[in-house]
């Protein structure tokens, strides 16, 4: 799960939850004491929602059919893809619209974490969370994150089976996106 999936599953909760779920993959180790209360259990709640998704059959199946050699890489390929079908379906919803202008809200307003600190100006100024709705757009967010990586850009040589296997990582996405969601109801923890 990315940046909006991540806020579409925290985004009954407080602000400061919302935010923590935006900001979690910036945030390293397990002491969250500096941060406000309902952002370190926004962060708690990124990271096991991820480790959830990571497990689902959907999502190692995907990852199965990935290239060999980039295979490795495939996991952060997917929660891009993730994204674009959540966007895509989704895109014309008020509700989504509404969500999208108070991720944009709360990242413009706080300061994010230094792993992140240099892509979060340009997430809002760039408009990536409706972008995904374009395939291309999130494959060009692949190889982008790539770009970042040391070595060869192994996401960016994902981007041909990301485009030959749509239908398929389509399907994973239709099975893992209400089982999520399934899961996070009969955890009965709710968003602070």
Request: net charge neutral; proline share 5%; with cysteine.
């Amino acid at each position: 799960m990315n940046f909006l999936a991540h806020a579409w599953l925290a985004r009954r909760g407080s602000d400061d939850f919302l935010y923590g779920n935006l900001i979690a993959d910036g945030v390293k180790g397990s002491d969250l004491g500096d941060w406000p209360d309902a952002t370190a259990v926004g962060i708690r709640h990124h990271r096991r929602v991820d480790a959830w998704v990571d497990r689902h059959p959907s999502v190692l199946a995907a990852r199965h059919r990935a290239p060999r050699a980039q295979r490795r890489y495939a996991a952060i390929a997917l929660d891009l893809v993730w994204d674009h079908f959540l966007s895509r379906d989704t895109a014309a919803m008020a509700e989504q619209q509404q969500l999208v202008e108070r991720c944009y809200r709360l990242l413009s307003a706080r300061s994010a974490p230094a792993r992140l600190e240099h892509m979060v100006p340009s997430l809002v100024a760039h408009d990536w969370l409706r972008g995904y709705a374009d395939f291309d757009f999130t494959c060009r967010a692949v190889a982008g994150i790539g770009r970042r990586l040391s070595g060869p850009n192994r996401l960016a040589e994902l981007v041909p089976w990301l485009y030959d296997d749509y239908a398929a990582l389509e399907h994973d996405f239709q099975r893992l996106w209400p089982a999520v969601h399934a899961a996070l109801e009969s955890d009965g923890r709710r968003p602070a």
